[in-house]
């Protein structure tokens, strides 16, 4: 075991402390072997006994601490009253110094200084405006001058004395003579700009640095140095720019105008081809731009920025109709236009650093750096601020602070803002795209699964079949987000799945509801008939419990595949938190995206919301936790308690399945119980109900009557309590079918409860023991076993059986005379009997036979003393005339 120091100073580098407990106690096993007990009881003993000594050694030094606090503070206050002491009496002093040292100095004296100041000041303002009259006295021959130095070429000269008449513009400021003279000096500014407009084409076509680099010098004592630039970034763009005008695409709209005899061909080819006739001309233009330019990164951004804007239709015009032309796949086509898009911001990324590293290589003056506009610094502010903040106690100290990027870095990050922008609404929209993608793929699907219906497909196995093609086609969602969205759209993401796999299964479940009995001759039973030759069952009513239970296996099969395709998607939500974490504590080593200004449309868009927060802050917070077992699996997780799991992701697609288990049991359960049913079909209009019976009358006081008929149970009872009898066999026959333990908690009429206490786990009867296994490995699932799976079953159709009888049938029965009403009392009282044999306890059945065995006038005093009249009781009276 490592010492005491070394345990604190560990235990400070876990945020967690379990981790940090299994870390230390599996330190000294360097084997795969499972820790014996023994020893593992002895390292959490002697980790028990360092942690004391370490608390009690912390204890001591903070009583240390608190002690030498304590007796430093009255020395503080002293101090501090100290100080003020002797601040006072240095204020008094200070004070009296300067009293002395005016009354040292003469009145004469004090007179004669101020008149040497406020003369010199008087000299000082009269030459300030003798230099200002005699730059306006300039005014008057400056057209003159100007004009002559344009005609003589003498460009720099010219530029010049504007330049020194601009300074001198101040002096007009306010008063009538201001506007003539500006527009004079705008007048004399474009006819240099015109007189240089032409060299300054030819020497930028002609790539004369040198002499590019004069006439920036010139622009820029014009201020005219934006139109320096729009000169020289249209001559350079020209022929990027007609590539993109004259581009002839076949999944596009037309441009107006396409040259003879070119080729058509698709936008992501054509794209690539301009990318890169793109990257070559930024690469030529990399040298230049250094040369000419004070600021290279800035100019080649600005350039980059005008040759998008100024293309004809706009990127994201053609985009737009780009999208419009694939339809509801159009997912698929955009991705490799975005993949390429990203590419060539990585070529240019790379020419922006050799700028940058030649630029850091040569100092410039400070005055030679260019002001740039105002919208750069409103830019600046919302600079990878990410929203996404998990629980700021636990960001290191070290990683809080996060230094902000510089102006430059700002203004050269905009060429990737306006590359990337066309793709923003797309990628907003993209929960959209992603189910227009999969509902296309589900109606293929569909297709070749109604083509193959035709051919008499086997339809358990068809729809395990279909339900492969579904997970394969979702496989590819994640990827797709994270190419489009870079995890941006994880929301989008689980809105479209959990919509894709609920349509699927949707389907399935209205297929099963309105053809439950279809196809089932396709449909080859596993057991032999004959072995239960004996139950009025029919061929059809095999197959079709067969169908059912080749269903409810293929729901099982896929509940198993969904829950390992959420793990898959819970890992690809993980690493999104874990990636958007990195960027947030440190954004200049970590981006979201590909490129900064690509990272910050995608924070500043709507994808980022506080929906996404929540998620990845959960996905986060469950890093460590078990996931959650699928709800409708044979150890019946979602009924227990107990056992907790993070938040299930595809909710809705589980419900659908969870809806479509409960059909297809439904439909199995009508099957079994069709024959216990028939034998009921006359049973409410039999006309024993009404049959005075033999009666004798007796002398006793009483005057009663005793019917004479024997009470034993009538024959279709008999038949019905045989059929129930036989359901235990039945299901011994399918007992080992993991099909019936599927989904138990959607069993009709079978309380949550009862479910519960049939997966609770025995009881450990070593608390140390499972403490400790708690803290190092997972509960393993309960698996139920045949006979209490079995058990669920017969109570679920015990209870449905009960309800058809005492909701539909004995309802149904008009009229009781005494003899009937005893008979009936025979039957219920003998079908009671029989399902409690099968531990079903109905309530409704109960107060039947409890009405029903009552006489005249114990019915009537029960009706009269009854405040709430029972639903069962008011139907009672009324075939038995209480009313």
């Not at 930028?204 to 934006?226: G, K």
């Not at 054509?270 to 800035?298: G, H, V």
């Not at 509902?439 to 079949?465: A, M, Y």
């Not at 679920?796 to 009936?824: C, M, N, R, W």
Request: charged fraction near 20%; charge should be negative; include cysteine.
């Amino acid at each position: 075991m490592a010492s005491t120091k070394q345990l604190c100073e560990s235990l400070e580098q876990y945020e967690d402390v379990i981790p940090w407990i299994n870390d230390t106690l599996s330190v000294s096993d360097d084997s795969d072997e499972t820790v014996d007990l023994v020893e593992l009881d002895h390292h959490i003993t002697q980790l028990l006994t360092t942690l004391d000594i370490a608390c009690e050694d912390t204890s001591a030094q903070l009583e240390r601490i608190i002690e030498d606090v304590s007796r430093g503070i009255p020395r503080l206050a002293y101090d501090l009253h100290f100080m003020k002491d002797g601040a006072l009496t240095f204020q008094t002093a200070l004070a009296d110094v300067l009293l002395r040292s005016k009354e040292a100095v003469p009145a004469e004296t004090n007179i004669a200084l101020d008149d040497l100041h406020h003369l010199d000041m008087i000299k000082g303002h009269m030459e300030a405006s003798r230099e200002v009259l005699r730059e306006a006295e300039s005014w008057s021959t400056l057209e003159v001058e100007v004009t002559s130095l344009i005609l003589e070429k003498s460009y720099a000269k010219a530029a010049a004395r504007l330049s020194e008449a601009s300074r001198s513009m101040v002096v007009f400021q306010n008063t009538p003579e201001y506007d003539p003279r500006r527009t004079l000096m705008v007048n004399l500014q474009n006819q240099l700009e015109a007189s240089l407009s032409s060299a300054l084409v030819s020497s930028i076509n002609n790539q004369d640095i040198v002499a590019c680099r004069d006439y920036f010098s010139i622009f820029s004592v014009i201020q005219r140095e934006s139109e320096f630039r729009n000169y020289y970034n249209a001559s350079r763009r020209s022929s990027i720019v007609s590539m993109w005008q004259n581009a002839l695409l076949t999944d596009c709209e037309p441009t107006s105008s396409q040259p003879p005899g070119a080729l058509a061909q698709p936008f992501v080819e054509f794209l690539q081809k301009f990318y890169t006739n793109f990257a070559l001309l930024l690469n030529a233009e990399r040298t230049p731009i250094s040369s000419i330019f004070p600021d290279p990164a800035i100019t080649l951004s600005h350039f980059i920025t005008s040759t998008l804007s100024s293309l004809q239709p706009t990127f994201a015009q053609r985009l737009s109709s780009y999208n419009s032309h694939h339809g509801e796949t159009s997912l698929a086509f955009l991705i490799p236009l975005l993949r390429a898009t990203e590419e060539f911001a990585t070529g240019v990324e790379k020419v922006m650093d050799k700028i940058e590293s030649s630029a850091a290589s040569t100092t410039q003056p400070r005055s030679s750096r260019i002001e740039r506009p105002a919208t750069h610094v409103r830019r600046r502010s919302s600079r990878l601020s990410i929203s996404w903040r998990p629980d700021p106690s636990r960001i290191p100290p070290s990683e809080r602070g996060v230094p902000t990027p510089s102006g430059g870095e700002v203004d050269a990050m905009e060429w990737d803002q306006e590359l990337f922008q066309p793709f923003l609404n797309a990628q907003i929209d993209y929960g959209s795209l992603e189910q227009r993608f999969l509902e296309q793929s589900l109606r293929e699907i569909i297709t070749n699964d109604t083509r193959e219906r035709v051919q008499d497909i086997d339809r358990p196995r068809l729809f395990r079949e279909r339900a492969i093609d579904i997970f394969g086609v979702a496989e590819g969602s994640m990827s797709r987000c994270e190419a489009f969205t870079h995890g941006y759209g994880v929301i989008g993401l689980l809105h479209a799945l959990d919509g894709f796999f609920q349509s699927f299964i949707d389907m399935w479940t209205a297929d099963v509801r309105m053809e439950s009995s279809g196809s089932s001759s396709l449909v080859q039973s596993s057991i032999s008939v004959g072995e239960l030759s004996d139950l009025d069952y029919t061929a059809q009513d095999w197959s079709n419990i067969q169908l059912s239970l080749h269903l409810l296996a293929s729901a099982r099969a896929v509940s198993e595949r969904m829950a390992t395709f959420e793990t898959k998607l819970r890992s690809y939500l993980a690493e999104v938190a874990a990636h958007f974490r990195l960027a947030r504590t440190d954004p200049q080593n970590f981006i979201i995206a590909i490129t900064r200004g690509e990272s910050q449309l995608l924070e500043q868009s709507t994808l980022n919301s506080a929906e996404l927060n929540a998620l990845l802050t959960n996905i986060s917070n469950d890093a460590y936790s078990p996931l959650s077992a699928a709800p409708h699996s044979a150890t019946l997780r979602a009924q227990n308690s107990a056992v907790a799991g993070p938040e299930v992701l595809l909710a809705s697609a589980r419900m659908s399945l969870s809806t479509f288990a409960q059909t297809c049991q439904a439909s199995m359960q009508k099957t079994i119980l069709s024959p216990l049913r028939q034998h009921l079909a006359t049973y409410a209009s039999s006309p024993v109900w009404g049959s005075p019976g033999d009666l004798k009358v007796t002398n006793s006081a009483s005057d009663l009557r005793v019917p004479t008929f024997s009470l034993s149970p009538s024959d279709t009872v008999q038949r019905v309590a045989e059929g129930l009898l036989n359901l235990p066999r039945l299901f011994e026959v399918y007992a080992y079918d993991n099909a019936l333990a599927f989904s138990l908690q959607t069993l009709p009429n079978v309380e949550s409860e009862f479910l519960k206490t049939l997966s609770e786990p025995p009881p450990d009867t070593s608390s140390q023991s499972t403490r400790r296994r708690s803290s190092v490995a997972f509960v393993k699932p309960i698996t139920l076993d045949p006979e209490t799976v079995s058990s669920a079953w017969l109570v679920s159709l015990g209870h449905t059986y009960l309800d058809y009888l005492t909701k539909e049938v004995l309802p149904s029965i008009t009229f009781l005379s005494i003899a009937g009403a005893a008979q009936l009392a025979s039957d219920l009282d003998y079908l009671s009997n029989i399902v409690h044999a099968l531990s079903v306890e109905h309530e409704a059945l109960e107060k039947w036979k409890g009405y029903v065995s009552m006489d005249e006038e114990e019915g009537r005093r029960v009706l009269a003393e009854e405040r709430s009249l029972d639903n069962v009781l008011q139907q009672v009276s009324k075939i038995r005339a209480w009313l």
